[in-house]
């Protein structure tokens, strides 16, 4: 399975043209559509990438290929790994070299951006929520709230790695509650712990 950029190696692709959201918020976003149940499929994802980045604007030639190579890339290999039975998906967020402060808000907007997508997939207001869903979109609202004033000590190192793999693994259960299956996997529905 192709791996996803790294969020250093979106940044070089959104920053030098403007581009309005984080990718850490844009991830997220992809991951609540396709846990809510949306395929939008590559030439659509494309579009709502750029216009989730606030790019549709721009002129075509600033746009260039491989910009748009990566967004598609984190769509398939996103998709890929949500589906991936080994448990290979991965957060978009800045590596742990990066300062406290900037790490817990790409977690906020990762979040953020998870709950949009999501709200938008096109869930049906009949659809019922597990237990363990509600909580799980609960605590993202709250992580979206989260301070940016933590220190860099190992105890802020160690909450901040738990709170990233709680929300990695929530995704993964909230795909598997609400994706339909795509037939391109052969993921066994059931909730990860």
């Known amino acids: 399975m192709s791996q996803l950029l790294s969020f250093d190696e979106y940044?070089?692709?959104?920053a030098p043209i403007g581009a309005l959201n984080s990718p850490a918020e844009l991830h997220g976003?992809?991951?609540g559509q396709l846990s809510g149940g949306a395929r939008p499929g590559l030439a659509k994802w494309q579009q709502m990438a750029l216009v989730f980045l606030d790019?549709?604007?721009l002129d075509?030639?600033?746009i260039s290929a491989e910009l748009r190579q990566a967004i598609a890339e984190m769509y398939s290999n996103t998709l890929l790994a949500?589906?991936?039975?080994?448990?290979?998906?991965?957060?978009?967020?800045?590596d742990e070299d990066t300062e406290m402060s900037q790490r817990l808000q790409a977690l906020s907007q990762w979040c953020h951006g998870f709950l949009t997508g999501f709200g938008s997939s096109g869930l049906s207001g009949e659809q019922s929520f597990s237990p363990e869903s509600a909580e799980a979109l609960r605590d993202f609202a709250a992580i979206v709230q989260i301070g940016t004033d933590e220190d860099d000590s190992e105890q802020s190192e160690s909450d901040l790695f738990e709170v990233c793999e709680y929300v990695r693994l929530a995704a993964v259960n909230l795909?598997?509650?609400?994706?339909?299956?795509?037939?391109e996997g052969k993921k066994q529905p059931g909730i990860v712990h």
């Open 55 to 57: 790019l549709v604007d």
């Open 175 to 183: 795909f598997l509650e609400f994706s339909p299956p795509s037939g």
């Open 60 to 62: 075509d030639k600033l």
């Open 11 to 14: 940044c070089d692709f959104f």
């Open 82 to 94: 949500l589906e991936d039975e080994a448990m290979g998906f991965s957060l978009v967020l800045p």
């Open 29 to 31: 976003m992809l991951c």
